[in-house]
């Protein structure tokens, strides 16, 4: 059974910087693509991050990148989201996904997906 589990959200200030991880467990960091992804009340989950499963590609949303790095160690099977230069409107529950051999370009879509509980990310001015 696949678990993931989300942690390192707090309330920081604009430009602040933060790391989230995401423990994997039931499954093989390197057969599944990972992704990050960010709700707020009354919006859709957007995807924010993707690592493929081989670590070949890595993708982010236009408005994190240059902000946002994600990575992963297979040994502890946890996944990583580096936040840099955090401005408000990064605020929202980030949510790890996981999805078994998949290509990036398709995480978001892919109806099979793992989630984990999500983990609250505040940013105030």
């Known amino acids: 059974q696949v678990r993931l589990v989300e942690s390192g959200g707090a309330s920081v200030q604009s430009g602040g910087s933060l790391k989230l991880s995401c423990i994997a467990s039931?499954?093989?960091?390197?057969?599944?693509?990972m992704g990050w992804f960010r709700q707020v009340p009354g919006k859709e989950r957007e995807e924010v991050s993707c690592i493929k499963w081989n670590g070949e590609e890595r993708t982010a949303a236009d408005a994190v990148k240059g902000r946002f790095n994600i990575s992963k160690d297979i040994g502890k099977s946890t996944v990583y989201l580096d936040l840099n230069d955090l401005t408000p409107e990064d605020t929202g529950v980030y949510y790890c996904?996981?999805?078994?051999?998949?290509?990036?370009?398709?995480?978001?879509?892919?109806?099979?997906?793992?989630w984990g509980q999500g983990t609250q990310v505040t940013v105030s001015s």
């Open positions: 996904a996981a999805a078994y051999l998949i290509n990036c370009n398709v995480l978001a879509a892919y109806p099979h997906k793992e």
């Open positions: 039931g499954l093989r960091l390197d057969d599944y693509t």
